[in-house]
Each structure stands twice: as C-alpha cells, then as structure tokens.
C-alpha cells in the first residue's frame, strides 16, 4: 500500500533518479520492440511510460513478490505483469529496452551473471539496459562514509533497529 512512501524514504534522491531514467528511455523507445522491467513493483515506471509518454508498444513487467504486482491489470492493456523468480533462467525476447532499477541485489549472487547474460542475449541492436543498482567501494574508509551517510538519510524515516534489520 505504501511502497511509494517507502522507496522514497529509503533511496535518497529516487524522484530525480526516476526522472533521469525516464528522459534516458526516450532514446530507445521503440514500439515494434518489447520494454522490460525486472522487479518492477507496483509497476509505475511502466505505468507511467503508457500514461504520460503515451506509448502503445508492448511492455512486461516482472516481479517475484505478487504483493507488489498491480491487480487490476485489464486497464494497462499493452503492460503484462509477470510473477516470476529471475533466480531460474528467463528469455528476454525482442527485448528494445529492460529496467533493472535496485533489482540485481535480490537475486542470488550466481543467477546475477546469468540474468545479465539473458538480457543481453534478447536485446535488440540499438536496445538498451538501463541499471540503477547500490555498489560497494574497494575503499573500506569512503565505504563507510557513504554507508553511514545512507543511515543518517533513512533515520529521517526509519528507526535505527529498522534499519538494521533491512541491513541484515
């Protein structure tokens, strides 16, 4: 119900992030190709492709957690929206453009590689593969420092047993 909320008090910046992905996608938006988003959510990056860029080209959103998935979906007659575990072997097919936004991360460390070799196998020439994803630094001192500044972000929202429990 309040995944909104949620996303945006615990990834700082998400509504510029958002933004940026949207213009980006404009230059591989193509109609006769399919756009993918993994671990879509509740779908509104691919709801608000169709609604406000008006686009009638076919999309599919994919997410393992059915609560998340949009119910009524007879409303978005060119988004399918998929339940599926993208830790098993998935054929992105004509694939014009995919979303990885902070997806990555919750699939096992070895079904990782093999996803990204999927995409790549299914994507059309000229498509893209757009990714938002949190890294870790080979510097442990500036690891820290951004770590710690991310935990000051979420204090304004979460409590510090919240937190850590996410962290965990």
């Not at 919750?106 to 498509?127: D, M, P, W």
């Not at 500044?149 to 937190?163: G, L, W």
């Amino acid at each position: 119900e309040n995944f909104d909320d949620h996303i945006n008090q615990s990834i700082p910046n998400y509504d510029i992030l958002f933004s940026s992905i949207l213009r980006i996608s404009d230059y591989f938006r193509d109609e006769n190709k399919i756009i993918y988003d993994i671990g879509c959510s509740n779908g509104n990056l691919l709801r608000y492709i169709r609604r406000v860029e008006n686009y009638k080209g076919k999309m599919i959103g994919i997410d393992y957690s059915r609560n998340l998935l949009p119910e009524n979906t007879k409303e978005y007659d060119n988004i399918s929206f998929l339940e599926y575990d993208l830790n098993k072997s998935f054929n992105f097919d004509n694939a014009g453009m995919v979303f990885s936004i902070f997806t990555l991360q919750f699939l096992h460390k070895e079904a990782r590689q093999t996803v990204l070799n999927n995409i790549y196998s299914g994507l059309c020439k000229g498509g893209a593969l757009i990714i938002a994803e949190k890294t870790y630094l080979d510097n442990g001192q500036f690891q820290d420092i951004f770590t710690f500044s991310y935990y000051d972000y979420k204090k304004e929202a979460f409590t510090a047993e919240q937190i850590l429990s996410k962290e965990k």
